[in-house]
């Protein structure tokens, strides 16, 4: 089994009755027509690969089949709402993913479609699970700038360059992290709020952590090396029981673009979502 993932952009106009079609995918398709809102809908299909071709699925079908079946979904969603000046409030944002997962369930043949998400701006984004339907996964990225030395004082001077390189500069080194939160919350429990949720974690770990020295002046790390992934489970520490509604599902840290940790708590099953 593989899984294969495809993100399809796409606009919509709420005041118009049609979008233009456009032939630039990478930037959205349908294209849009003046100031419209921009969506990115990922798709992700597990399956067997198929011995003579190496795939799964062509991501050409899963193009065709998420424009054609998907993204008509939403839009109708948009129109219908915001043309009436209706609020889409996350929960109904969920009703539509589940709906157009039903439309592309049986579009993939041995493949099925496992999980799919919708990138509400570049940096927040609700996800539905097939294997779990009653729940919702919002996710949202913060960022902080901090500094840390990576060093082990039971280690010689020469053991810490040589395990820790550059990172153990006597001086320390900064970084621009990204934090992305996960909470996953029942689809039919209390109404969740971005607000709230960005509060809880702007005061129980963003406070903490921005602008600060990590081995200096952040309690916890004391007696722990300020590593990217002793950062993912302090923040799991910090998060991990403080949403309502909702329960922390994962935290992720990227220290550079090319460099991050995720971490799914102690209890975490083996192919967490």
Known sequence: MVRLGRLVRFSVNPFLAEDSPGCNSYASKPAGEGLTIFLELAAELVGPVTPDTGL???????????RRFAVPVFAKEIRSHLGRGEHIA???????LRSAHEHLADKFEAA????????LNPFRTLTMDTKAPGMMYFSEKFEFA?????????????QNFEVFGKCANP??????????????TPADGPTFKVGRFEQTVDAQLMELVDHKNLNLDVPGFEQRIATVENLAVFAWERLFDKFDPGRLHSITVWESDRTYCTYYGPSAPDDPT
């Open 56 to 66: 799964l699925v062509n991501v050409s079908e899963i193009d065709k089949a998420v």
């Open 90 to 96: 996350i929960r109904q944002v969920l009703q539509i």
């Open 112 to 119: 099925r479609v496992d999980r799919l998400a919708i990138k």
């Open 146 to 158: 901090a500094t840390h030395k990576l060093w082990n004082d039971a280690f010689t001077e020469q």
């Open 171 to 184: 001086t320390g080194h900064g970084h621009n992290y990204i934090v992305e939160v996960t909470v996953c």
